[in-house]
């Protein structure tokens, strides 16, 4: 690994979804790692304007962590930990990951649609994956403050080379997607995870 690699985002994650083990379950440990990784993207995007996704990412990172560290036994999956959760008629942490869970679809959304369309700038992106996920659930306020943020994207020439290279980002973007596909299909297929 060069020098020039080593300062990536990708080079720079503790852990990587990619290895994150899925069966039995999704591993809260290893994914909560993970997804405290990914939040150090948006410094790459633009940490002030991008400040209340990483708020709101980390806040619910916190969230279940909380709730794993009261719970370990319970906790060793995020499917475990929901149940159980669920089962004692609680549901700070199940609501923390359904939102941890739309913020990083908008991400993996959003950098997938950037990969998928190589003349489209970041910004375009973005909004087409706000536009998809997380827009829905904002009001007037909060929609504005990350219009403000999608146009504070930086160009695709000067963000993929912070992040890394190709086949690494694609690596962990796949790795990202089948996480949260995973989760989301839990909560969809599982009425008492609901609340």
Avoid: C
């Avoid at 000067?158 to 796949?174: Q, R």
């Amino acid at each position: 690994m060069s020098s020039s690699d080593a300062q990536t985002f990708i080079a720079g994650v503790k852990v990587s979804f990619k290895d994150v083990p899925t069966t039995p379950g999704v591993d809260t440990v290893s994914f909560l790692g993970a997804s405290e990784s990914l939040v150090g993207l948006f410094d790459i995007l633009g940490s002030t304007s991008f400040g209340p996704v990483k708020s709101d990412l980390n806040g619910n990172i916190t969230k279940l962590q909380k709730r794993y560290d009261a719970a370990k036994e319970k906790s060793g999956t995020l499917q475990e930990l929901v149940l159980a959760e669920r089962a004692e008629k609680k549901k700070d942490a199940t609501e923390g990951l359904v939102w941890l869970l739309r913020g990083l679809d908008f991400t993996a959304r959003g950098i997938r649609h950037n990969l998928d369309n190589p003349t489209e700038e970041l910004a375009t992106s973005f909004q087409h994956a706000y536009d998809g996920t997380l827009k829905q659930y904002h009001n007037f306020v909060v929609k504005g403050i990350f219009s403000v943020a999608m146009k504070a994207t930086p160009y695709r020439k000067d963000f993929y080379p912070k992040v890394g290279d190709e086949a690494s980002i694609k690596e962990w973007l796949e790795a990202l997607e089948k996480n949260v596909t995973i989760l989301q299909k839990f909560y969809d297929d599982t009425p008492e995870a609901k609340f």
